[in-house]
């Protein structure tokens, strides 16, 4: 059974590609159902985050499961070839090792951060509950996960920034200098609307608002930071006080627009900074030529954390050669050997 990733991430393509190919929570049980029923399509595991989307899959007739997959994904559209490219291929010791360095964090954005780690383990779980795993998909993915604390544990990969949220608020801090006088606006109460605000809460912001679609989780994370509740159709209004907005949704639409903002800007003659770690993209880029309005998304965010990843290259090396060390003393065991009982 050979065993493989085909994918899209920050690296292969922007993120108005990787939103195209983005999958909704509620939507993983179906189209996890739908991959694994494709030809060629033994087991199957579907990771979609703000920085990749990828299929990890299981089968005898590889060449005819990727293409499956990839048609899937692209369809009939006259682009279809084009945006054939994004997409990376791993098969398997390399799509096993490439398994282990996402969940070591040493694929991320923010290089050893602790999200992915929890988003592969929730995306393995709505899998298994989806039935479309079985005997070669849950011991692997229990044996890495495992290898994955390993390395985080054993090495200083996780030194620095290790969330998203983290990185933003420091992006925050390079535009703004001290957080401390500033009004900042989160939107969205999920994990990365929560690191953020923790992180900014560390840095010394004072006045945290936060807005969310559940009024009950943004008082639940307002509670947490010790920051102030927005009611959700309330939060524009608030824009002429902000300094800097952070966004993050699972809206599949803009929930900032130029229009709205130029009303705004008219009021406040100061610049507004807006984050938008959302994908699909919750700010509309046009909203980038209003008048003292600055948008940075998750393109501005791998930018911001070159430089990181550079002063890091060491660690990620010694790291990657724990795995590759792990991949060849398992990879044939992963391989040959089916398991019926799956693992929960």
């Given amino acids: 059974m050979h065993m493989n990733c085909l994918g899209l991430n920050y690296r292969s393509c922007t993120v108005a590609v990787r939103e195209q190919f983005a999958v909704e929570k509620f939507r993983l049980p179906q189209v996890n159902a739908e991959l694994a029923a494709l030809p060629g399509v033994a087991e199957c595991v579907l990771l979609s985050t703000c920085n990749r989307t990828e299929i990890y899959y299981w089968s005898e007739s590889p060449q005819v499961a990727t293409d499956a997959i990839l048609a899937y994904f692209l369809g009939n559209a006259p682009d279809s070839g084009t945006r054939r490219r994004f997409f990376y291929h791993y098969a398997d010791a390399e799509a096993l090792f490439h398994l282990a360095a996402v969940a070591a964090g ?25 039935g479309v795993t079985s005997g070669f998909a849950n011991r692997t993915f ?4 495992t290898i994955g604390k390993k390395v985080r544990s054993s090495s200083r990969i996780t030194s620095g920034p290790t969330s998203v949220g983290a990185a933003a608020v420091q992006m925050a801090q390079d535009i703004l200098g001290n957080l401390a006088g500033a009004n900042v606006l989160v939107v969205g109460a999920g994990e990365v609307a929560r690191t953020t605000a923790q992180s900014l809460r560390s840095r010394g912001a004072e006045s945290i608002f936060v807005a969310n679609r559940s009024y009950d989780r943004a008082v639940e994370l307002a509670t947490q930071v010790g920051g102030h509740v927005i009611r ?16 993050s949704t699972a809206s599949p639409v803009y929930v900032v627009s130029p229009p709205v903002l130029e009303q705004v800007q008219a009021v406040r003659m100061r610049p ?48 990657e050669e724990m795995i590759r060390a792990w991949v060849a003393e398992n990879a044939e065991s992963l391989f040959r050997r089916k398991i019926h009982n799956p693992v929960k």
């Fill in 106 to 130: 040493l694929d991320s954005m923010v290089v050893g951060e602790t999200e992915i780690f929890g988003q592969l383990k929730d995306a393995y779980r709505v899998a298994l509950e989806s």
């Fill in 142 to 145: 229990q044996n890495v996960f």
């Fill in 232 to 247: 959700f159709t309330e939060w524009i209004p608030y824009l002429e006080n902000i300094d800097i907005v952070i966004v």
């Fill in 272 to 319: 507004l900074f807006l984050l938008d770690l959302s994908v699909p993209r919750n700010v509309d880029p046009a909203c980038g030529l209003v008048s003292d309005v600055f948008v940075f998304d998750m393109d501005s965010m791998e930018k911001a954390t070159a430089e990181t990843r550079r002063r890091r290259s060491g660690e990620i090396a010694a790291c």
